[in-house]
């Protein structure tokens, strides 16, 4: 079966992910299950990174609770991107795209990492839309979080417009994308020197 899946499927699943008091799947969304899996799997990473961002900013705590929330948002951000990568390897492989044509484009943004930011993007809709509705708030307030309401929309639109494309184009070989792998340093223990203990040593030269 052909994949079902655009840019209006993926942003109607953000905002009801987000009203929602479940994380699950909408009904009547036709796309193979393992797509649905990244796409919510990224969300859900995006959705908990932005509360402990937020709570990471607090100065009225203790540091060890800063320093749990810094943990997680790593955990967050390394699961976060897991995903988009899976995100990409199941489009490449439901696409079934035909080889490039010689003049094919190269799309620098992959797919998946295009889904993330519609994510973001519906995170940022969604609490923007919270602050218009504060009743402690200024007019003032109110009427500078209607401006970027909208521009955030228009941005989403936008960015919801060209992922549409890119779909179609691979699908037609006119354009391709690849899977890059993020390897972040910091989190494996055998890359980062402070994890494998040899932070403020010199290296060691090569054989």
Avoid at 57 to 78: G, H, M, S
Avoid at 112 to 129: E, F, P, Q, T
Wanted: charge should be neutral.
């Amino acid at each position: 079966m052909p994949l079902q899946i655009d840019a209006r499927s993926i942003t109607q699943f953000h905002d009801q992910f987000l009203s929602g008091p479940e994380w699950r799947t909408p009904d009547g969304m036709e796309a193979p299950a393992d797509i649905w899996r990244w796409i919510e799997a990224n969300h859900r990473y995006n959705s908990l990174l932005w509360k402990e961002e937020d709570k990471a900013r607090r100065t009225d705590v203790d540091a060890r609770e800063i320093a749990a929330c810094k943990r997680l948002i790593d955990q967050y951000n390394q699961q976060r991107n897991d995903a988009v990568e899976a995100i990409d390897e199941t489009l490449l492989t439901e696409l079934g795209q035909l080889p490039p044509a010689s003049d094919a484009r190269l799309n620098s943004e992959t797919a998946g990492a295009m889904v993330d930011r519609l994510s973001i993007l519906a995170l940022k809709i969604y609490h923007m839309g919270l602050q218009t509705q504060r009743g402690d708030a200024s007019a003032e307030h109110i009427a500078r979080c209607r401006e970027k309401l909208q521009r955030l929309r228009i941005q989403r639109e936008d960015l919801a417009s060209c992922f549409d494309s890119l779909l179609e184009e691979t699908r037609q070989g006119r354009a391709y994308f690849k899977v890059y792998r993020q390897f972040k340093m910091y989190n494996d223990p055998t890359l980062n020197p402070y994890l494998y203990g040899r932070a403020g040593r010199p290296s060691a030269p090569a054989a």
